[in-house]
């Protein structure tokens, strides 16, 4: 998909019987204008019209780039 990135927000939770410590995760389709930004970057996101039938959010910027491979000829 070109000029979209699907963003996995995770948040950690306390169950609150078991009193486990459990992680939840939600993807969010997010437009990137610019194509700044890579998979394994972390991204700031904000909401937006709707642009299509699933995308609601928007990419501000890279706060964190994730470390490039380079390619093995």
């Known amino acids: 998909m070109d000029k979209t990135r699907v ?3 995770t ?3 306390r169950h ?3 009193e486990k ?4 995760s939600k993807k969010f ?3 990137d204008e610019a194509n700044q930004s890579r998979e394994g970057d972390t991204v700031e996101i904000i909401s937006t019209r709707p ?3 699933t ?3 928007r990419v ?6 994730a470390p490039r491979v380079s390619e093995v000829k």
């Open 51 to 53: 642009l299509s039938k």
């Open 55 to 57: 995308k609601r959010w």
């Open 7 to 9: 963003v996995r927000v």
């Open 16 to 18: 609150a019987f078991y």
């Open 11 to 13: 948040r950690s939770m």
């Open 60 to 65: 501000v910027r890279v706060v964190k780039a």
């Open 29 to 31: 389709h997010a437009h």
């Open 21 to 24: 410590v459990m992680t939840k």
